[in-house]
């Protein structure tokens, strides 16, 4: 598990189950690891909403779209879901 913060609040990011996974590909129509513009946000909102609780929930609706803790939120979710390079790498 990763920890981002959000606001004041400090988040723990497990990955994606695959079950999950498909839920968010049959519900928005996007592919985690090859978002496009027309399926990403909706994905990133259900992946969200699958992860966090309603308090989480507010705190990240409370970013601006191009907050750098949103992103780093995201990176956090694809990373634990999928792993990084560098991780594998060392593994």
């Not at 004041?8 to 079950?19: A, P």
């Amino acid at each position: 598990m990763r920890e981002v913060k959000i606001g004041e609040k400090t988040v723990s990011v497990r990955g994606l189950r695959r079950g999950e996974i498909k839920r968010i590909r049959k519900e928005s129509g996007a592919v985690l690891l090859a978002p496009d513009a027309k399926t990403f946000e909706e994905g990133r909102d259900l992946a969200c909403r699958i992860l966090f609780d309603d308090e989480t929930m507010s705190a990240i609706d409370a970013l601006e779209e191009h907050d750098k803790q949103l992103a780093d939120l995201w990176e956090a979710i694809i990373s634990e879901t999928y792993g990084s390079g560098v991780e594998e790498k060392n593994s």
